[in-house]
């Protein structure tokens, strides 16, 4: 089945293979092509070019582009997608004026999903959990990182896990899964949490790597949740099983959880509203990409994580939704992208490149998605007829997709 894409007026992320992953200066260039065709072969980019070289060739779909921009879908690197039920009680308990942590003491929190997911069957988890992503897809996500964290029992971690990955069946969006036991510590566990992370360690991961469940595997670095050593033993057991770690580290308090997660080699750090100069420090010159979250701390009302001091220490950034029930019930990208712009100084060329191609290092997929580049799979998002890229987080929420192909079929 070949597809071919004309008259689009600007194809924007376009790159050769070997570029991978944009740190400091080189993510404030764009690269884009006007007045362009691209060529769609089965779930591929075959190739693209001006129309003044449009080939002659026989096609089994036509899609004019007249007017509008084409990119590759976003990828968002860090979600919590799969998960029961919602929190709005809490959302009017933060109105009213109590914090994210007293919340959490008050029975709230991680544990309230865990509760509500721990009694909801593995179909309706699934159905639920469906409905959302069907949701981002249509705004133009097509490749999604999903954690667990929402169970904190062998059981319910793998439901979820399994749910997750039973997901990848239903469309064609890319779903890499992370194992995030140490998300919040369960009631049952409360004077011993060594008691939990032995658990995590020795009965859930054998079991999660066992039947195939998990990519990454994650853990909430934070005062209150899971301090260094607890990341340590938990990476260190990743690691035998051969999950890189993608972890939850400086949201509320700098603890020294980034040093130790690019001492594992972790493929991300996410969140990082909180950064001492020592955690910047820490991230130079390493495999370990950065994660921002903003529409986290537009929702919970936490500070936002210094972008611009990271991306001018040289650093790369990526962006992803953190979607969940608790500190951001949004998946939408488009959102994240303007946050980026409107509330981290970031520009229009460093939020689009930290949401498509540093966030496809940051899920580990970068050598097929993130970009327009040949040979990558054709997962790409048509806009309406926008004036420029710049237009997107300009409009801030608003919508300009119009059209969604992901493996090369038109889904939208
Ligand atoms: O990424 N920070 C830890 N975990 C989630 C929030 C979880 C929740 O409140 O349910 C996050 O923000
Ligand atoms: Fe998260």
Redesign the pocket.
Known sequence: MKTLIKNIKQLVQVRDQNITKLKGKQMSYLPTLSNAWLLINEDKIENFGGMGTLPNIETDQEIDATGKLVLPSWVDSHT?LVYAGHREQEFVDKINGLT?EEIAAKGG??VN?ARQLQNTSEEELYQQSLQRLEQVIKMGTGAIEIKSG?GLTPEAEIKMLRVAKKLQKAHPILIKTTFLGA?ALPAEFKDNKQGYIDQICNDMLPKIAEENLADFIDI?C?QGYFDIHDTEQVLEAGKKYGLRGKI?VN?FNSIGGVKTGVDYNVLSVD?LEVMKDEDIEALKNTDTIPVA?PS?SLFIKIPYAPARKMIDADLPLALAT?Y?????PNGNMNLVVSLACIKMGMTPEEAINAATLNAAYAMGIEKTHGSITKGKIANLLITDQVPSYGFLPYSFGNNHISQVILGGKLVQ
């Open positions: 919590h994210y929190g991680i999903s929402y998300h909430f934070e939850h949201q969140h979250l986290c953190d969940n029930p608790g500190s951001s």
